[in-house]
């Protein structure tokens, strides 16, 4: 990962995709911030799992994702959602319970779902949405389309042994899945040295021969270039690819982890040099653009995610009614 006054790569990107990216990039880190202040009031109970830091991982890749192609991840998901095209005001009223969200309050920051924009999930059992990429995958195939599942989970997740044996079957099944493992450094409170005997998550697929590329997870264009070669590596029916994006969350794991176990001066350092939205505006700094224009839009941003707010706030909460609707077994 290099400083953001370098020239990170040499993959280019034209002025108007970088516009894009940094406009989702910024969205996701406005929203997640809004986000933390309205659980910091009590308007967001339970857990809430912050993105920022990460916002180059989804976007890059949701730059290669054509309409079919699904999406599916942990309980870090609120940027992923919205860089599959989910409305942020929906979004948002599920944060806060209400009626107005996507899964009509009644699944809160870690369980949304969108089969219009398909996005299959938030997941709040760790791993567990990995098999189910692989699920998503195996109907690609069997339906003989071109689509592609993008299986996201983090370093933690990627010593489950459901992991494993989803991979050993999208391999063996040669399924059009790409395991997008987001290795932002800890899981939860554990450095990833400390926790994994193999730090190299690419790897993680060799035993099965599934091929894997480490990736600068903090540059929204490496991102796109570095896994355009995973994606038509599934497409094309190659089978699973494995994709270690190397990112670094600023917050905590959840909003209620003080963090203890990193130094103050380990985040901000990555902030200063490494950030990925910054990284993204210097290149567009280069390109053409000037700091009005950029100012502009994160004003924009800012009144959307406040538009998302009010209307979570001013949305009624579930009728109790809803208590027993959508539930696909009782005991």
């Known amino acids: 990962m290099a400083e953001n006054g370098a020239s990170r790569t040499n993959y280019q990107a034209s002025k108007e995709e970088l516009l894009e990216y940094y406009r989702m990039m910024l969205l996701i880190r406005r929203f997640e911030e809004k986000a933390g202040q309205l659980y910091g009031m009590g308007h967001i109970g339970g857990f809430c799992h912050l993105y920022i830091g990460q916002e180059a ?48 309050g009644k699944g809160g920051s870690m369980h949304m779902f969108s089969s219009e924009k398909k996005f299959y999930g938030g997941h709040g059992i760790v791993g567990a949405q990995v098999p189910i990429g692989a699920g998503l995958a195996f109907a690609n195939k069997y339906r003989g389309n071109d689509n592609v599942s993008f299986a996201y989970f983090g370093d933690g997740a990627a010593n489950q042994g459901q992991v494993f044996e989803a991979m050993n079957m999208a391999e063996l099944w040669s399924l059009p899945v790409v395991f997008v493992i987001e290795n932002n450094q800890y899981a939860m409170g554990t450095s990833v040295k400390r926790a994994s005997a193999e730090t190299h998550f690419y790897r993680r697929g060799a035993s099965f021969g599934i091929p894997g590329k480490e990736v600068d997870g903090m540059d929204v264009v490496a991102v796109r270039e570095e896994a355009r070669e995973a994606v038509e590596h599934a497409r094309e029916g190659g089978g699973p690819y494995v994709l270690e994006m190397k990112t670094y969350r600023y917050r905590g794991h959840s909003m209620s982890d003080p963090a203890k176990y990193r130094t103050r001066d380990e985040v901000d350092d990555i902030r200063s040099n490494q950030d990925p939205i910054e990284g993204c505006k210097n290149r567009l700094l280069s390109a053409g653009s000037n700091e009005e224009e950029l100012k502009e839009i994160d004003k924009e941003i800012k009144a959307q995610v406040k538009e998302a707010a009010d209307f979570a706030l001013e949305s009624p909460e579930p009728d109790p009614s809803e208590l027993y609707t959508d539930v696909l077994a009782e005991a």
């Open 57 to 104: 991982v989804v976007t890059g890749l949701e730059a290669l994702r054509k309409e079919g192609d699904q999406v599916i991840t942990g309980y870090r998901d609120h940027g992923h959602m919205l860089a599959c095209g989910m409305d942020p005001k929906g979004v948002m009223a599920e944060l806060t319970g209400r009626a107005g969200g996507y899964s009509k």
